[in-house]
């Protein structure tokens, strides 16, 4: 077993990384799950995930060695239609056979709602009833509703409690009379307007940022300092004038009135019809001012760490970009959608990094490749590596095309090149993806020979490789200079994908992009994409040459060169090669039963779904 970290966070592309976070999410909930301490997670709203988070989902649900987990999650079903993700996501859980038990929640019935306004007035049914005919009547129901409608009766007088007779007192004739909206919304927005124009102000703030938000959040907006350097500009367009103390204290009032709850730092909306409530109480002329007045008071400040206050900055100003007409200032947001979606990336959340780059180029001109080549590039670039993780073929190619037509170099292609190759394969097209690979291998120098008669080509390949090695010991070849050359290292890279394709489809190509790997690796120096080639080169010597010591030697060299090289993210390819190929020819096959498990957890590590299964399968 080699002496090389596994536990180390390996930089991978964005497949291996949703991969990955599925895998350590799996192995978290394992951890957490047991049968003397089991796990319920619930989770409400799930009519607003996005298929990424679906998809998680669905990855712990239908994980059969997790005995001691349960999954309860609820959604509005009149917000979600046959071809919904979750409509869609569900019917794929029945089909895999996954129990589940569907508990519909509908609006309180008549007598329900009586014997809740009876159990709150302290009355009795039969005096309530009067009053729960009313109500019904106006809400159906609706849970929400009763409440706001309960609260706004009370607030507006039509309700209240007599002292000489110590109960509750109405008038059904005149509640009757009333009208009562039968939207949540319009009844909120009716309370909110009762309140002071701080507390409405500060409301409205808290609704600009989502559901909730941190009081670290509203310090850095109303700082002081913050303000100072904008009020140098008398123009400035400020909604908010009060200070962090000053805005803290109008908040009481709606929390009293139960409109936000504080929990330690946070400020959150009971519902979210308040906060829609208090959003609409901005015109829709004023939405985007306040939106863009709102990050750059979090840009510019410097308490908040810089990721969080990067996506809040981004997220706000981009709600405001119709306002922004200066150029350079859109190119400025543009580069920093670019790099929220490269953080998201990191994360595997592709819908939201999907958005910044959609929002980073449409902030661009029709110039934007003359203009602002670098980052058209790189939003391109991620927006096909997303459409690809996304499984969004026809929009990942025609972003592909735009780059091909506009890059200025092959180095600028490169990437967009190994895009292409990797979503052919994961649409199950081996061989396009072979073909395409190959070209690629050409414009990058390192042409692979191909013709009917492929027998000869590898015997001559192999001989070329065979005299390259020549005299060469081990400790020559672990001494080789690092892969410095691009270029080089780019044909590596792809050689690793293109070996396996090769494998699987076209066994004879295989054969000659070993060769290939060796190679390059013996005129230009060694890099961790050589381990692999190492060991698929002892596997070739003993299938097919009868050379099991030479195999042998390569198998044990290649394990060397991961372990010098730290080369973690290779170590579940070279397990899987030595083991399945190499050491059964000298060794009980019961040896490579614990390399093989590790390769197989090591690949699931770094994304490597495919050698993963191939690691297992083996074991």
């Known amino acids: 077993m080699l002496e090389v970290s596994v536990v180390e966070t390996v930089k991978v592309g964005g497949t291996e990384a949703r991969n990955r976070f599925k895998h350590v999410f799996r192995l978290l909930v394992r951890a957490l799950a047991t049968p003397s301490h089991p796990l319920v997670l619930f989770l409400d709203d799930l009519q607003w995930a996005d298929t990424a988070s679906l998809a998680l989902i669905e990855s712990l649900i239908t994980d059969y060695e997790s005995k001691s987990f349960l999954f309860i999650g609820t959604y509005r079903d009149d917000e979600v239609s046959e071809t919904h993700p979750l409509a869609i996501q569900l019917r794929k859980l029945e089909r895999k056979g996954v129990h589940t038990t569907k508990i519909k929640v509908g609006n309180l019935t008549k007598g329900h709602l009586n014997s809740m306004i009876s159990d ?90 989502g559901s909730y938000t941190d009081e670290c959040v509203l310090s850095a907006i109303t700082a002081d300092d913050n303000s100072g350097s904008q009020q140098e500009n008398s123009h400035v367009w400020e909604p908010i004038t009060s200070g962090h103390n000053e805005l803290m204290s109008s908040l009481q009032l709606a929390i ?87 953080i998201s990336i990191s994360y595997a959340a592709f819908v939201p990094a999907s958005f910044h780059l959609r929002v980073g180029r449409s902030l661009l001109d029709e110039n934007c490749w003359r203009d602002q080549y670098k980052l058209c590039l790189q939003i391109s670039v991620l927006q096909a590596e997303v459409k690809q993780c996304e499984g969004s073929f026809k929009e990942m190619d025609k972003i592909l095309e735009e780059i ?14 190994f895009i292409r190759v990797r979503s052919l394969s994961a649409q199950g097209k081996q061989q396009e993806a072979l073909e395409v690979g190959l070209l690629v291998l050409s414009l990058l120098g390192e042409p692979v020979p191909t013709s009917s008669d492929m027998r000869a080509i590898i015997k001559e390949e192999f001989l070329k490789t065979k005299q390259l090695l020549e005299g060469k010991t081990n400790d020559d070849l672990l001494s080789l200079k690092a ?53 698929m080169y002892g596997g070739l010597l003993i299938q097919y040459f009868n050379d099991i010591e030479g195999g042998y030697r390569f198998g044990q060299l290649a394990m060397s060169l991961v372990e010098k090289l730290q080369a973690s993210a290779c170590l579940a390819r070279v397990y899987t090669a030595f083991h399945t190929f190499i050491n059964s020819s000298s060794q009980h096959h019961r040896v490579s039963l614990e390399p093989l498990k590790l390769a197989s957890q090591v690949a699931l590590r770094v994304g490597d779904v495919e050698y993963s299964v191939m690691s297992a399968r083996q074991y």
């Open 120 to 209: 709150h007035l302290q009355t009795s049914l039969s005096v309530s009833d009067p009053l729960a005919e009313v109500v019904y009547r106006k809400t159906s129901g609706n849970a929400l509703l009763v409440i706001q409608c309960l609260r706004s009766l009370y607030d507006e007088g039509f309700m209240h409690f007599s002292l000489n007779t110590r109960q509750w007192q109405w008038d059904t004739k005149v509640i009757d009379s009333k009208g009562v909206s039968d939207s949540a919304v319009k009844l909120m927005t009716r309370q909110i307007l009762t309140f002071p124009a701080k507390t409405q102000n500060a409301l409205k703030l808290i609704a600009c940022l």
């Open 256 to 342: 009293r009135q139960g409109i936000i709850v504080h929990t330690e730092s946070k400020y959150k909306f009971t519902h979210d019809s308040f906060q829609h409530a208090a959003y609409s109480l901005i015109s829709e002329t004023e939405r985007g001012l306040w939106h863009l007045w709102i990050g750059n008071r979090v840009r510019l400040d410097q308490t908040l760490s810089p990721e969080k206050a990067l996506f809040i900055t981004v997220g706000q100003l981009n709600k405001g970009a119709k306002f922004i007409d200066d150029a350079d200032e859109r190119v400025e947001l543009a580069w920093l959608n670019l790099q929220a979606a490269e």
């Open 483 to 535: 892969m410095e050359n691009s270029r080089k290292i780019a044909a590596m890279q792809q050689l690793n994908d293109l070996i396996l394709f090769a494998f699987v489809a076209r066994q004879k190509e295989y054969h000659v992009l070993v060769f290939k790997t060796i190679q390059i690796s013996l005129c230009h120096g060694m890099c961790k994409e050589a381990t692999i080639g190492l060991a």
């Open 404 to 417: 091909f037509l506009n890059a200025k170099c092959l180095d600028d292609k490169i990437r967009s090149y």
